[in-house]
Structures are given as C-alpha cells and as structure tokens.
C-alpha cells in the first residue's frame, strides 16, 4: 500500500502499521539534537567553573628555583665581610646552624642597610631578610625570602632572593679573597709591606 507524502510508516506487527507523519519525526529529532547540545554546553560551562577556582599555575620566579644538595662547609667558612652586587655584607653565627648577618649600599646618597638570617645546612642557607633592616616611619620595609650556596673554600657565595609578595625578584652574587695562611714572622724584619719584601738583602 503507497503510503500518502509526507508520512513515514512503521510496521508494530503484521497486521497492524501506524503511520507517523514525517515531520513530526523530524521535530523529534530536532528536539534530541537540541537537548543534546544543552547537555553538552551544561558540562562545558561546568568544567570551566571548576577551572576558575583551581589556583593558576605558579609564574617561574626565584622562589621556583631550588638551591643545589648541600655539601659539607668548614665551620665559620660563610662568615666575615664579603663583597656583593648588594654591597659590603658581614656574616656572623648566630648558634648552632644558624648565621645572620647585614649589608649595606648607598642609594640617592643615603646608607641603605638590610638584615638577613637563617638556617644554614652544610654549605646551603635558607634565608629571610628585610629591608631596612629597622622599620622608618613613612618609608616602606621589604620583606623576603631567599638562598645563598657557599664555595667550599669560602671564596663565593651565589644565590636567589625574592619579596615575600613576589613582586621583586632577583641574584645575589658575593666573593673576597681567600684567607692567606699566617706564616712565621721572618728573620730580619724581612716583612712584606704593599707587595714587597723588605729588611731582605740586596
């Protein structure tokens, strides 16, 4: 039997046949496609509301940067004055494992002092710092966190330093002399005085 246009028919059993017309069948797929999409768009804006309250991946800074393993460090061998791309800088103990110390720079003619102390492990201390060294009424404090590695022979130190809000960021870098061995006084007065021997003979 020629079903009339327009109409899609659907054999229930052999003796009976329903007769759907076509464009309800297309309204109902219609309706599917478009429940689908709302479902879709649900998950979507659902995913990103949990993406906006997982905190943002942390911005590569200093604080990122690990110090290297510690390694043994003669005792006293990070204290004394040391020259450093923050200025003149004196590191003393301060008990057991722990040094603290200052340094000093000029800005717009005026003596700038910060203060440092920490935990030193080996020849690694974990440090935290501030700048001044004591609040000034109406002048802000830095405050901050950072790391120092010490040479084994006392020579350099180089490390990492950062604010405690992060907004600053930067290398700290120190070095001086070795210490010379003391050596017997010589005989004659053979002394060295600005690079030469004197008292020796001629």
Same mark, same amino acid.
């Given at each position: ?21 076509? $464009? /309800? ?9 478009? #429940?689908?999409?709302? @479902?879709?768009? *649900?998950?979507?804006? !659902? ?17 990122? $940067? /690990? ?9 006293? #061998?990070?204290?004394? @004055?040391?020259? *450093?791309?923050?200025? !003149? ?29 920490? #935990? ?50 930067g290398d700290w870098t120190g070095w001086r002399a070795p210490a010379a061995p003391t050596a ?17 003979p001629y």
């Open positions: 039997m020629l079903q009339p246009r327009g109409t899609l028919a659907v054999t229930a059993d052999d003796r009976n046949r329903v007769v759907v017309p076509f $464009a /309800a069948m297309t309204a109902l797929a219609t309706t599917a496609r478009l #429940a689908l999409a709302a @479902l879709a768009t *649900t998950v979507l804006v !659902a995913s990103a509301s949990s993406k906006k309250n997982e905190p943002p991946p942390a911005a590569a800074g200093a604080w990122n $940067a /690990a110090p290297p393993p510690s390694s043994a460090l003669p005792p006293g #061998a990070a204290s004394g @004055l040391w020259k *450093t791309t923050f200025g !003149a800088v004196k590191v003393e103990d301060d008990g057991p494992g722990r040094v603290h110390g200052v340094w000093m720079y000029q800005r717009d003619g005026k003596d700038v002092v910060g203060y440092f102390g920490g #935990a030193l492990d080996g020849n690694v201390l974990r440090l935290t710092w501030r700048e001044p060294a004591q609040a000034q009424p109406g002048e802000a404090q830095l405050v901050g966190e950072g790391w120092l590695v010490f040479d084994a022979g006392g020579a350099r130190f180089s490390g990492r330093w950062w604010t405690s809000n992060r907004d600053r960021q017997a006084a010589p005989a004659m007065g053979g002394a060295a005085y600005g690079g030469a021997a004197y008292g020796a």
